[in-house]
């Protein structure tokens, strides 16, 4: 079964920076796609950046410029870069690989 382990959430005051990790295990890592989505309370869950196996990478618009995705392959790991982070980027996000499998979610919380 798959297994994807993300880390690094927390609080965070607004301007500050974040960096998501997610492990993958029992996945072909490198030649899957991965990707970051997020879930605010009371809204619908939604694509914030992807990364195809060979490195390209796709944003929402609203992070454009602040978050960065990169991969590790050799670690079986993708992050998420997230600078000048604002309030509304407050939401649960989730890693996901192959747009099938999905991680627990980690908290990430942007104070005002």
């Known amino acids: 079964q798959v297994q994807l382990v993300e880390s690094g959430g927390g609080l965070v005051q607004a301007g500050g920076s974040l960096r998501l990790s997610c492990v993958a295990s029992?996945?072909?890592?490198?030649?899957?796609?991965m990707g970051w989505y997020r879930q605010a309370p009371g809204k619908q869950r939604e694509l914030v950046a992807g990364i195809s196996a060979g490195g390209s990478t796709n944003y929402a618009d609203s992070v454009k410029d602040r978050f960065t995705i990169s991969r590790d392959n050799a670690k079986n790991t993708v992050y998420l870069q997230m600078n000048s982070l604002k309030p509304e980027d407050t939401a649960v996000y989730f890693c996901?690989?192959?747009?099938?499998?999905w991680g627990q979610g980690t908290q990430v919380t942007v104070s005002s």
């Open positions: 029992r996945i072909a890592f490198s030649i899957n796609r």
């Open positions: 996901v690989a192959a747009r099938v499998y």
